[in-house]
């Protein structure tokens, strides 16, 4: 019973930080003001969140799985449809869930929160590392590990081929290809939800989906060019 009403009670809170993130944006945050619209001192308070920085870390962590959810069911729920099919829905999930928690979107990828050290013990990079995951299954879905190694790094990229990135094991044309395509998704996104696409930003959703179905193309078009190299490389070996 008591875990229940510990449990209830931080659901509260945190619902109250992020409707004041929404009013006042994350550097105006205030735990005060937090405790006064769920009803209890800020010494009371403390014993769920000691810092701002504490509570913060939290509003981050769950942003990030909120988005992470959201893309993921997106992937799952369009199992067993074509691959342009699925890259469409998951981009579109990314882009409505950023456009419905603007605030929240802002406070992973906007300007840093002046004073905010994130906790060494915060859940936030997990979190942040699971968004990748769908993204990369409809992105590679049905690429052989010998295809993915065959993609190039582009000429002048060719330091990327000594990082190790245990977190998104891709070889390292691969792994530059995929944060491409994720940075040239995720800028329209932010474009569109600062208002950034004038002339076109009352038809943002065509500009992002023309984008994306042009991403998506160009990324049949690498698969195609990838197993070719591999097919030419297994002739030359026999």
Do not use: N
Not at 15 to 36: E, K
Not at 143 to 153: D, I
């Amino acid at each position: 019973m008591r875990e229940r009403r510990r449990a209830e009670t931080l659901r509260e809170i945190t619902a109250a930080a992020r409707a004041q993130l929404a009013a006042v944006g994350p550097a105006a945050l205030s735990l005060r003001a937090v405790a006064r619209e769920v009803g209890m001192t800020v010494q009371s308070l403390y014993h769920y969140f000691d810092s701002r920085d504490a509570l913060l870390d939290t509003l981050i962590a769950d942003a990030h799985h909120a988005l992470a959810d959201a893309v993921a069911a997106a992937a799952e729920g369009s199992l067993g449809r074509p691959p342009a099919e699925r890259r469409r829905v998951t981009t579109e999930a990314y882009r409505a869930w950023a456009l419905g928690h603007g605030s929240e979107f802002l406070l992973l990828y906007g300007t840093p929160v002046p004073d905010f050290a994130p906790l060494p013990e915060g859940r936030t990079g997990e979190a942040a590392i699971r968004l990748a995951a769908p993204f990369l299954e409809v992105v590679f879905a049905g690429w052989t590990p010998e295809e993915l190694a065959a993609l190039p790094l582009a000429p002048g990229a060719e330091d990327i081929a000594g990082v190790d990135a245990p977190q998104v094991p891709l070889p390292p044309g691969a792994l530059a290809f995929f944060l491409e395509l994720r940075a040239r998704m995720h800028g329209l996104v932010v474009l569109e939800l600062l208002g950034h696409l004038k002339p076109l930003q009352e038809h943002a959703a065509a500009l992002f989906a023309g984008a994306m179905h042009h991403m998506s193309t160009e990324i049949d078009a690498r698969h195609t060019a990838a197993a070719a190299t591999v097919a030419g490389q297994s002739r030359c070996d026999r």
